[in-house]
């Protein structure tokens, strides 16, 4: 009988636990663009970091512009008086490492910011992996970030359909 409940509390238990750490995929899908040819300064402080940037001052003090020759090579334009940033930067690492940003659903007053993070092989060289995205002020500024797997978005009906997508197929 002791044994029973015990088994009994201990499965309540992980159930619960399980359903606290649940991603939410709910809510109307919101526009962004993702920003393109910018790098995270070398002497912004490594770590981990889920950012909303609303001016120009604080992303220059992250970012710096990474301009390259050919078609699509300025970095992107941000008016930081009609919309804002949201970012995550990950610690400088060896190993060949992505963030791909999945969702950006609108659920009540706040955004569901949901990213996958890919790390591969190790490199010869470090590098600090980030994603930032570029949303219309008329969003909600209060963001909740989500780090979650493909099967995540599986599980919820959505087909991940790649990096920079701002439209998942339902």
Known sequence: MKKTLFLSLAIMAMVGLLSSCAVNLNGVTANYSRINNFYVNNNFRDGTHKLVIQNQQDFE??????????????????????????????????????????????????????????????????MRPFTAVVVDRNEPSDVVFQRVTRQDLENAGIQYTGPGTNRPRL
């Open 61 to 126: 003090s992250v970012f710096g512009e990474g301009a390259v020759m050919g078609r699509n090579g300025q970095p992107t334009s941000i008016d930081f008086r009609h919309q804002f940033v949201i970012a995550v930067i990950l610690p400088e690492t060896n190993r060949q490492t992505t963030i791909e940003t999945a969702l950006l659903r609108r659920n009540g007053d706040r955004l569901y910011f949901s990213y996958i993070i890919d790390e591969g092989h190790a490199t010869s060289y470090t």
